[in-house]
């Protein structure tokens, strides 16, 4: 047996008689424990990385009261060797939606706007499918049907070239040339056109940008202060290269492959383990945005498997959080009320395979050892299959 694969069993082995009969027990200041989460991410290092392990993998465990496990494995850099720290930057793709969906709620609880407004009311100026049935609500919970932006032929056509005078808008208007998946709320599927919908709702409504409004309410209140919503592809330091496998399986590097226009508020945002660590607890707790009283995992609606999606929200087994992706970048923040557990796991490699992202299977890795009871993200392969994903 490998020797990594003897670490692992060993691992576990010892977390298990510790852990498994005593919820008490499970603690990420336990030597057992730390040694079972090592033992796992240096496995899903070797097995979806290349010819060699991913180039880099950051992880952070806390608990309320105070246990804690951060640990950067590998090279932020791979061309100068620099290894990775706990201080670097990476691009968080997708966890930018839940700073739109926050903007949102605040503008529900201002009443500006209402969830069950549809798409129409707001006179954004292009002939959305649809546009008088889609709401406010199903475009934050992915069930407005559009169609996805990025997979159209005229953003594939501009090969990320960013054309002179381009708009987000110009995404949505290629979205609405192509036919929708479902009727309004009549299904699930992951459309990038959702949020940047939401973008342009939030900068006709407040008549200001996206950007601006996020630093207004979140970035500058809340001291988030390595977060930011760029407006240049400059990444500040230090930061993380992100890397894809050549045709030969060797690392290269495709940091800043996607223009920050392209971004958006689909997935535009920059952001360090710290800062994303106070985050994802307000906003999984409903304290980021929303109606007095509001919980985020009130409005999950299940689609695969134990996982259901929510207002800019994933839910599974009592976890809440998301995950973002783009070339060079994986990323997965979540928390578990229930016992005050934050998981942050991030990568520096966005895969095709598996479908959910390299960075959500650490996290479910990790919340495997601990909640062993209340594990996320299962489902079957016929379900998978069903999902599309």
Request: glycine share 8%; charged share 20%; hydrophobic share 40%.
């Amino acid at each position: 047996m490998h020797v990594c694969a003897v670490a692992f069993v060993l691992a576990w082995a010892l977390y298990a008689s510790a852990a498994l009969g005593a919820e008490k027990a499970v603690s990420a200041a336990s030597p057992s424990v730390r040694s079972a989460i090592v033992a796992v991410v240096e496995r899903d290092r070797k097995l979806y990385g290349g010819r060699m392990p991913l180039p880099a993998v950051l992880i952070g465990v806390w608990q309320d009261g105070g246990a804690s496990f951060v640990r950067p494995f590998g090279y932020s850099d791979l061309a100068t060797k620099r290894a990775l720290t706990t201080l670097d930057h990476f691009r968080i793709g997708s966890n930018t939606k839940t700073f739109v969906v926050s903007v949102i709620l605040q503008l529900v609880q201002e009443k500006k706007l209402s969830l069950e407004d549809p798409i129409s009311r707001f006179q954004l100026g292009i002939p959305i499918p649809n546009a008088d049935k889609i709401t406010v609500r199903e475009l934050c919970n992915m069930r407005s049907g559009l169609f996805e932006a990025y997979n159209t032929p005229q953003f594939a056509k501009l090969n990320m070239k960013v054309p002179k005078n381009f708009q987000p808008r110009m995404l949505v208007a290629w979205a609405a040339q192509q036919r929708p998946y479902f009727s309004p709320g009549a299904g699930y599927h992951y459309s990038n056109t959702n949020y940047i919908v939401l973008g342009l709702i939030i900068e006709k409504v407040t008549n200001d940008s996206v950007g601006d409004q996020i630093r207004k309410r979140f970035l500058g209140p809340l001291r988030l202060t390595q977060t930011s919503y760029p407006q240049t592809q400059a990444m500040p330091e230090p930061w993380a290269h992100g890397y894809g496998l050549d045709p030969q399986r060797n690392w290269e590097d495709v940091s800043n492959t996607i223009p920050v226009q392209f971004m958006g508020a689909a997935g535009e945002m920059i952001s360090d383990m710290t800062d994303i660590k106070r985050w994802i607890k307000l906003y999984a707790t409903g304290k980021a945005g929303g109606p007095a009283g509001y919980r985020p995992q009130t409005e999950c609606i299940p689609f695969l498997g134990n996982t259901s999606f929510g207002l800019g929200i994933n839910c599974s087994a009592g976890w809440y959080g998301y995950t973002g992706a783009l070339p060079g970048y994986n990323t997965a923040d979540y928390y578990f009320p229930a016992r005050g557990i934050t998981i942050v796991a991030w990568i520096t490699y966005q895969a095709e395979k598996p479908p959910e992202g390299v960075a959500s299977v650490i996290f479910r890795d990790i919340a495997r050892i601990m909640t062993p009871d209340r594990v996320p993200m299962v489902y079957t392969s016929e379900q998978l299959r069903r999902s599309g994903l």
